[in-house]
């Protein structure tokens, strides 16, 4: 599907409006993850407004809607906040963020939100969920595509290794994974607490399809999940190169933000940074 320009502009700004909900949501909270929600704000914007995927807010559980599961759970302000935009729930919902009983928990639990299709956190767990939901559809015939998204210091889990040998196994062409590669996990960076280099190279031996791709580019994101629709004979896998806490200068600058949600004081630069980007 081509894009026009002024469709891409507004998907700049839908990037835009939720980096804003992210830092409000987690500021007002005071705490959550707001720069492991930034990386992958791309990605999660052409999948829901990309024309990506088939989806249905009034009619959530639509049997053949796509499925979306947000494997790096602790994105779950990110996820939240798509969903809200793509019509599932009030945007109000949003400021109740990691409130004790609000169904906006500090990681998504399935059932307590329409949109939400796992209850995730414990990293490492979302791609079995995916071949799973793949495995389902080949079942019941429906052509669902399952798209996960996972971290990479998730990948440093011997769970993703499994499902990525059961998909290739049982060839789950309607999975598409997309790696978060940001480089970063929660106490440093990947290459010294877990180096998963080279990682295009695994993937590949596991018997996926690779792709790799600027995580901030728009276009070329869209670009490669219609791509990978045309892969018939196996699973798929996009690397996005992503920075984590892109959007924000001084949290791309420290990966010790990593679940910290910005000072008063910091989300008003945050905030100018932001809408400086427009
Ligand atoms: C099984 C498990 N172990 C540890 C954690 C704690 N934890 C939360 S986020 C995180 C780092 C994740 O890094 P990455 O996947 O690279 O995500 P990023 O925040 O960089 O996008 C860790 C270790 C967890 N949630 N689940
Ligand atoms: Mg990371």
Avoid at 22 to 36: C, E, W
Avoid at 133 to 158: I, P
Avoid at 188 to 208: C, D, N, V
Avoid at 239 to 262: C, P, Q, Y
């Amino acid at each position: 599907m081509k894009i026009t320009e002024s469709e891409m502009e507004n998907l700049i700004e839908k990037a835009r409006q939720i980096r804003l909900d992210i830092l409000d949501m987690t500021t007002r909270a005071g705490s959550g993850h707001p720069s492991s929600s930034w990386s992958a704000t791309e990605i999660v914007v052409a999948l829901y407004f990309g024309g990506i995927l088939r989806f249905r807010p009034d009619e959530p559980w639509w049997p053949e809607r796509d499925r979306f599961i947000m494997s790096k759970g602790h994105a779950a302000p990110l996820l939240y906040a798509a969903l809200a935009h793509a019509g599932y729930f009030d945007r109000q919902e949003l400021w109740r963020l990691r409130e004790i009983n609000s169904p906006v928990q500090g990681h998504p639990v399935q059932g307590m939100l329409p949109g939400v299709e796992a209850t995730t956190g414990s990293l490492g767990q979302g791609l079995s969920l995916g071949v799973g939901h793949v495995l389902g559809g080949r079942l019941t015939r429906l052509n669902y595509r399952v798209y996960v998204l996972l971290g990479d210091g998730e990948c440093e889990a011997g769970q993703i290794w499994e499902s990525a040998m059961a998909a290739a196994h049982y060839k789950t062409t309607l999975l598409t994974a997309i790696l978060d590669y940001n480089k970063y996990q929660e106490t440093g960076p990947i290459s010294r607490e877990m180096a998963l280099e080279p990682l295009a190279e695994k993937w590949r031996s596991f018997g996926w399809h690779v792709e790799e791709v600027d995580g901030h580019d728009l276009s070329a994101i869209i670009d490669k999940l219609e791509y990978v629709q045309t892969v018939t004979d196996r699973p798929s896998i996009i690397i996005a190169h992503t920075i984590k806490g892109k959007g924000v200068s001084f949290v791309e600058a420290d990966f010790t933000f990593h679940g910290r949600a910005l000072t008063l004081e910091q989300a008003v630069r945050a905030r100018e940074e932001i809408n400086a980007a427009r």
